[in-house]
C-alpha cells in the first residue's frame, strides 16, 4: 500500500513524513523503520495489513490508569520501530534489520477483523501497541476511524517521535496515548535510542493541546537516566508544560536485549523518582513494575481518599462511571 505521508524527490527517490527522521529513501532501499520502502520511486508500507502480535490486555498494562480503569483493550502490532533502544523489551517483533531483512513477518489481517474481533472479545478499546504505531500508521489510522464508529476508544502506546501530519490526521480518532519520555537528555536519545528528545516534547505538548488523554512512561535505568537533577527536569517539564494532572509511571528496569550490563532499578531509585515527582506538584505519579506497592494506587489530590486500589494489573476496586471524587467532590482526570 503507498504511504500516505510522503514526497516525491529527483531521481525517483523520497523522503518519507511519517517522522521526525524524515529519512530520505533511494529507489528499492528502506528507511530506518525497515518497513517503508521506495518501489519505483513510491513509498509504500510493508506492514499495512500485517500483524505480528494481538491479544487482549488490561488498559493497566499500557499502562493507563485513567482511561476506563477495569476494563481490556484489544492490543496489536505490525513488526518495526523507527528507534534503535538498547534496551527494548519487545526487540524481536519491533528491531528489523531493514536491508538484511528481506521478510517482513505477520499474518495478513483487515482493519474490519481486527475492530471485530475486539468487539467479539468484550474490549472498550483498540491499542496499537508492542510496536511503534507510527510505523504502521496506515492500519492505525482505518482501523481507529472504524472502531470509533463502532463505539471503540483508542490508544496509542507510542515513543511520541512521529511528525505532526501524523498527529494531525490521527488526533480525530485518537482517545488516549502513552508516551514513553526515555529520559530528559537529548544525549541519551541519541546513544541509546538513535534519536532525539525535543520532537518528542514537542509532540507531547501538541497531543494535550489535541485534548489527547495523555500519560507518561520513564522507564528508569540505572546510572544513565535517575539523577535528581534529570528526574526534577522531567517532573517540570511534565507539570508545567502538560499539566500537573499528566500522570507520570516511573518503571522499574530490568536488564534485556542489548543492555545486560546495568542492574535492575533498586525500588529507592523508585522511590525518590515518586518524590521528585509529587514535590514538582505532579497529582498522579505512580511506581510500575514493583506489584505490590501502594505506589500503584489512585488517590485525589486534594483530600488524598484512595480512589482506585491496584495490585498490578488487577483492580481490587475503582471509581466506576464518574470523574468526581466521592469523598471531597474534586474532579479527577481521566474517562471513567
Known amino acids: 500500500m503507498e504511504t500516505l505521508i510522503y514526497e516525491k524527490l529527483e531521481n525517483r527517490t523520497v523522503r518519507c513524513g511519517i517522522c521526525h527522521h524524515f529519512c530520505i529513501i533511494k529507489e528499492g532501499r528502506k528507511g530506518i523503520?525497515?518497513?517503508?520502502?521506495?518501489?519505483?520511486?513510491?513509498?509504500?508500507?510493508?506492514?499495512?495489513?500485517?500483524?505480528?502480535?494481538?491479544?487482549?490486555?488490561?488498559?493497566?498494562?499500557?499502562?493507563?490508569?485513567?482511561?476506563?480503569?477495569?476494563?481490556?483493550?484489544?492490543?496489536?502490532?505490525?513488526?518495526?520501530?523507527?528507534?534503535?533502544?538498547?534496551?527494548?523489551?519487545?526487540?524481536?517483533?519491533?528491531?528489523?534489520?531493514g536491508e538484511k531483512n528481506s521478510r517482513i513477518p505477520g499474518a495478513r489481517v483487515q482493519p474490519e477483523t481486527i475492530v471485530a474481533n475486539a468487539q467479539e472479545s468484550g474490549c472498550k478499546s483498540i491499542s496499537?501497541?508492542?510496536?511503534?504505531?507510527?510505523?504502521?500508521?496506515?492500519?492505525?489510522l482505518e482501523t481507529a476511524r472504524l472502531a470509533r464508529k463502532n463505539g471503540l476508544?483508542?490508544?496509542?502506546?507510542?515513543?511520541?517521535?512521529?511528525?505532526?501530519?501524523?498527529?494531525?490526521?490521527?488526533?480525530?480518532?485518537?482517545?488516549?496515548?502513552?508516551?514513553?519520555?526515555?529520559?530528559?537528555?537529548?544525549?541519551?536519545?541519541?546513544?541509546?535510542?538513535?534519536?532525539?528528545?525535543?520532537?518528542?516534547?514537542?509532540?507531547?505538548k501538541l497531543m494535550k493541546q489535541m485534548g489527547i488523554l495523555l500519560e507518561i512512561t520513564t522507564l528508569l535505568i540505572p546510572g544513565l537516566n535517575d539523577t535528581p537533577e534529570e528526574l526534577a527536569a522531567s517532573a517540570r517539564f511534565?507539570?508545567?508544560?502538560?499539566?500537573?494532572?499528566?500522570?507520570?509511571?516511573?518503571s522499574r528496569f530490568h536488564p534485556t536485549h542489548k543492555m545486560?550490563?546495568?542492574?535492575?532499578?533498586?525500588?529507592a531509585s523508585l522511590e525518590t523518582a515518586y518524590a521528585i515527582g509529587k514535590d514538582a506538584g505532579l497529582r498522579y505519579v505512580y511506581i510500575g513494575n514493583v506489584p505490590g506497592q501502594s505506589f500503584e494506587n489512585t488517590f485525589c489530590h486534594s483530600c488524598n481518599k484512595m480512589l482506585i486500589q491496584r495490585h498490578g494489573y488487577t483492580i481490587k476496586n475503582y471509581l466506576k462511571d464518574t470523574d468526581i471524587c466521592p469523598g471531597c467532590g474534586t474532579p479527577v482526570y481521566g474517562r471513567f
Open 128 to 140: 496499537y501497541t508492542y510496536t511503534e504505531p507510527t510505523v504502521f500508521f496506515e492500519l492505525a
Open 33 to 97: 523503520c525497515a518497513v517503508r520502502e521506495n518501489n519505483g520511486g513510491a513509498l509504500v508500507s510493508l506492514v499495512y495489513d500485517k500483524l505480528v502480535a494481538a491479544g487482549i490486555d488490561p488498559i493497566e498494562k499500557k499502562p493507563l490508569f485513567h482511561l476506563k480503569p477495569g476494563s481490556y483493550s484489544y492490543s496489536i502490532a505490525a513488526p518495526g520501530c523507527n528507534f534503535a533502544c538498547r534496551f527494548c523489551q519487545n526487540a524481536n517483533i519491533a528491531q528489523m534489520s
Open 260 to 267: 545486560t550490563d546495568r542492574p535492575v532499578t533498586p525500588l
Open 153 to 204: 476508544l483508542n490508544v496509542f502506546v507510542t515513543n511520541g517521535f512521529m511528525s505532526s501530519d501524523v498527529l494531525d490526521m490521527i488526533s480525530p480518532y485518537l482517545d488516549a496515548a502513552n508516551v514513553d519520555l526515555k529520559a530528559f537528555d537529548d544525549q541519551f536519545y541519541q546513544t541509546y535510542c538513535h534519536a532525539r528528545l525535543e520532537p518528542v516534547k514537542a509532540n507531547l
Open 238 to 250: 511534565i507539570a508545567g508544560e502538560l499539566g500537573p494532572e499528566t500522570p507520570w509511571h516511573i
